[in-house]
């Protein structure tokens, strides 16, 4: 009778044990993990993650771990983690590919996909996603659109339903070939069209030689007319991409031959500010200065954001950093920073001219332009920039945060 009881109490332990613990990954392949669904009529899951990714580690520690999590998952999926380093040749990412990191994916038993999340999800949030990727139409719409695709269709619906809306969940990778297919069948004026600029946005992060890019230089006037913010998005991918080649002077000369090679007044434009910008970098202060402002007084009519602009490259290019209080070459500074603050007004071109002046040593002007810091919009200055303008994060010293 006692051993009855003690085996009982075992057994109970044991069950409490087993209940009470998070999800539980399967240690072997993905093809085994398929089959193993299949032999349990389940689902799969995979979790895609990296060993340098906060979010996999935070997602591992507060979500994985927890009974609620577990007791869902294990019961209804084959659970599997892949690194997406490590485990790059995997038969998985043959099929798909994350879009960040975590990337969870949730699949049928024959591979096929059901559901995809990426980034950190509170746990209540994650089981309903996992609840709702049982009855997900996901695989239906993506053999539609590839049928449809694959049958010659080109439509700016398909291309939001297909290529954005299903195919960049599972295959990233793809997308850009498949606008760039879309986009070379299409008329100079079907491009002009407000809802193909929406797709040519997506390729506003590079300087590279593609047809979104030539197409973005040469409609440039008539796209800014659909987004505020066009010309400084313009500005990040001619430019700040561009000066990123810089140290490869083979490429970076390749790059400026196939910006003049457009003809444009706009290229025209982007070269010259290359050029400054390459003078900023190399430490030569005086000179890009004085080509910055030239710059500035030559093209402020139509791009009176410029100003801003060079203002933050002679910042992230240390002349706070590598430079004392020359009165004449903080002038020109202090010159650069009042246009910004005068041709676009705002926290962050205020903060800009308050530097320079205090830079000058001229701590009285400094104070009076930030005492009028709230009553001006946004935006403020990025707090990426405090230490390349020597300027330690006060505010983390008063201000608690969770």
């Not at 700016?156 to 070379?184: C, F, H, M, N, W």
């Amino acid at each position: 009778m006692r051993k009855n009881i003690l085996l009982t109490i075992c057994c109970c332990l044991l069950i409490c044990k087993v209940s009470g613990q998070g999800i539980e990954f399967f240690q072997g392949t993905y093809g085994e993990a398929l089959e193993k669904a299949r032999q349990e009529n389940k689902q799969l899951f995979v979790d895609v993650y990296t060993s340098w990714c906060g979010p996999c580690k935070l997602m591992a520690k507060e979500v994985f771990s927890r009974q609620d999590v577990g007791t869902f998952f294990n019961a209804h999926y084959i659970s599997l983690q892949l690194d997406a380093e490590k485990e790059k040749d995997c038969e998985f990412f043959k099929n798909y590919q994350a879009n960040g990191y975590p990337t969870f994916f949730w699949l049928d038993a024959q591979g096929k996909a059901l559901q995809v999340h990426t980034g950190y999800t509170e746990a209540d949030a994650f089981i309903e996603i996992a609840r709702q990727a049982a009855t997900s139409d996901l695989n239906q719409r993506l053999e539609n659109g590839r049928q449809r695709w694959e049958g010659g269709e080109r439509s700016a619906a398909l291309v939001k339903e297909y290529v954005l809306g299903t195919i960049s969940q599972i295959r990233p990778d793809t997308v850009k070939s498949l606008l760039l297919d879309y986009l070379g069948g299409l008329s100079r004026e079907e491009l002009q069209k407000q809802e193909n600029y929406q797709f040519l946005q997506g390729f506003m992060r590079n300087a590279e030689d593609n047809l979104a890019f030539r197409t973005l230089i040469k409609n440039a006037e008539v796209y800014c007319q659909y987004d505020s913010t066009f010309w400084k998005k313009m500005y990040r991918m001619v430019v700040r991409s561009g000066i990123l080649l810089r140290n490869d002077q083979e490429k970076f000369s390749a790059y400026r031959e196939f910006l003049s090679s457009l003809q444009t007044p706009l290229s025209e434009m982007y070269l010259e500010i290359l050029a400054m910008e390459e003078q900023l970098f190399q430490g030569n202060y005086p000179q890009g200065l004085q080509q910055a402002l030239q710059l500035t007084e030559r093209y402020q009519t139509a791009h009176p954001y410029l100003a801003g602009e060079f203002f933050y490259t002679l910042i992230i290019a240390h002349y706070f950093d590598q430079t004392t209080a020359d009165r004449s070459l903080t002038e020109l500074a202090v010159d650069l920073a009042d246009q910004a603050l005068t041709s676009t007004p705002s926290k962050e071109t205020l903060l800009y001219l308050a530097a320079a002046y205090a830079h000058q040593q001229d701590y009285k002007r400094a104070y009076e332009l930030l005492a009028s810091l709230p009553f001006f919009p946004d935006p403020m200055l990025s707090n990426a920039l405090y230490p390349a303008l020597k300027l330690p994060i006060i505010h983390r010293n008063y201000l608690k945060t969770e």
